[in-house]
């Protein structure tokens, strides 16, 4: 089987330590968290495990928790066509629907390694997650709202060859959320090496928007990698200098291909863009000049459409594009063109990172339009409307929480803490349920290395109240800018260098440990990365 020479191989190419574990802190942790009774893992009545029994993984299904669709998802070591000659070894995710909806999981064509989970609002769902990985792991639902135990803190991870049963219902309305691992210091490597998936939540609402669907709902996952002679990926160099910069990619792959090419039917379709790189930022804009219709971001469908020339996508950002291919001619092509730039912008040259020259736009994916009918469709003015977050509900309007993001001396932090026990909660760090409160992202950046850092919160969806912008941005600094999506839900905001972003956001239904942190992979591994609690 392919795990062993996954095994064998990573970690020479990837000059760190695969054997390296992290299981006595998490063992210590999970301990620690059972026996001080210190969090209510359960602020929610519903059929989930007991409280009692937070101490271990869940390992069994949950009697008298009736799932509406029941997976098994595992990841595993193995192998996928990227590129001409060697097929890549990679890490993947595999699975099957057990119960339900036997498209509830799918796997994005031409990919056959980025599965693609789709739930209702309201729907339960159990997913039984077997680690068969030789290191430990544990599985985020990014941008879900979800008990802390469901949530994939890196507290919970499980060692090879162990299961984690996810037992939870689907809060979220309709939005294009997704999933990877989370273990503390591995999640960067676990990414890159292949585990990430998109997990879709439709709901009513949608539904009325009457958007394109099925066939013509693309899912389209940007992630950059880089391959040796023999195309095998090539992860982090040895030594800080990449994971303080963040890892890039030399090639842009969407959808697992080096070559991203669709035939596409002469109508509307949705895009569901989703950067699931480690660290590269893109600039996107569409070939043909036209611009950017953007109908939704992180959290779901926008009220209204809105255009961009360009638009912005921080590490872990989604944004829904409505795009009607009905004018074209069979034949025509019309390619997403991508910048990619390192977080660092133009402060620091690439010639330091060992990275490719990342500016300059090149196609990632091309669209070519097919022979056959034309079927007008009108986008929706009217898409969505959001559950009330109000500036005047904010119990600290004046005193925002501010969160200093900051890079010096080999550490990335954040309020000059990098993440520490599994169950640290600083007092400044604890927030009560059921309150609406004011963060705000601090990128001053005046000492250490000045970098842009994409924040992500777990469990919630922010609204961005004030972006502060810095007197003299440099070149890159203002192009990205002009393409940044602050409206909509928010589970991830790009703080640029000189930047402060007031974020709203409401603690709701669960109390618990969820984590904030920069989604740099490399930043988050480093320690850039905090628990926050919310108390009863
Ligand atoms: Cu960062």
Known sequence: MARGAAQATTPARTGIDMNRTIDIGRRRLMGAAGAAGLVTLF??????????????????????????????????????????GNATRVWRFTGRVTQGDPHALSFLDGSRHIPVIRARQGQKLR?????????????????????????????????????????????????????????????????????????????DEEDAARLPRDELDLPLVIQDRRFNAANQLVYLAPGMMQRMMGFQGDR???????????AVKRTAYRLRVLNASNSTLYSLRWSNGRPLTLIGTDGGLLERPMTRASLTLGIGERADVWVDFADGQPGDETALVAESYSPSLENITNLQTGAAPVAGGRPIARFRVASGATRRS????????????????????????????????????LNGRAFGRMDEVADDEKVKLGTTEVWEFANDASFGMRMAHPMHVHNLQFRVLERSRPAQPGAVQQALGAGLTDEGLKDVILVMPGERVKVLMKFEHYTGIYLYHCHILEHEDLGMMRNYLVQA
Not at 52 to 58: F, L, N, Y
Not at 252 to 262: F, H, K, P
Not at 380 to 400: G, H, K, T
């Open 378 to 413: 009108a986008l929706p003015q009217r898409l969505s409307s959001f559950p009330p977050l109000r500036i005047e509900d904010a119990v600290n309007r004046s005193r925002p929480r501010t969160v200093q993001l900051s890079m010096q001396r080999g550490q990335a932090m």
């Open 43 to 84: 602020g929610r009545g519903n059929a989930l495990a007991a409280e009692a029994h937070a101490a271990m993984p869940p390992t069994e299904a949950t009697p008298g928790f009736r799932p509406d669709i029941e997976m098994d998802l595992d990841a595993v070591a193995g192998e996928i066509n990227v590129l001409p």
């Open 252 to 262: 842009v792959l969407v959808n697992g291909a080096a070559d991203y090419t669709r």
């Open 127 to 203: 997913i039984n997650f077997t680690n068969q990985l030789p290191e430990d792991s544990i599985v985020h639902w990014h941008g879900l709202h979800i008990v802390q135990r469901m949530d994939g803190h890196p507290m919970y991870a499980v060692g090879s060859g162990r299961k984690y049963v996810y037992e939870f219902v689907v809060d979220n309305r309709a939005g294009t959320h997704w999933f990877h691992p989370h273990p503390h210091e591995r999640t960067g490597l676990q990414v890159y090496f292949g585990l990430a998936g998109l997990f879709l939540v439709s709901d």
